[in-house]
């Protein structure tokens, strides 16, 4: 239902755009995310936009440096990371909550991609 690309590998201060394309759901006035985590720690949210309640939300440790988007012609959502430190590196996941105009939407984000992998090495 959703599909991330887009990772690979990329050297320190460099920068990546995922995508993630949705399929059999509508991105489309719902909540969308983006979360990493690394193997044997917890996933980590990075950053929701939710339309209803107006709001796009970053996490600190990539505000400034991460920008989420979405193209709803396409029913796709990015994610374009800049200034990539090592410590960026992980899989990286796209959610997408599935009820329209849901207040509160980036508290149910339920429908979730695979995961790209992210690595950040010189």
Known sequence: LLVEAGGGLVQPGGSLKLSCVASRITLDHVAIGWFRQVPGKAREPLSCISERDGITQYADSVKGRFTMSR??????????????????????YCAAETVQDRPGGCGYLEVWGPGTLVNVSS
């Open 71 to 92: 193209a709803d012609a396409k029913n796709t959502m990015y994610l374009q990371m800049n200034d990539l430190k090592p410590q960026d590196t992980a899989v990286y």
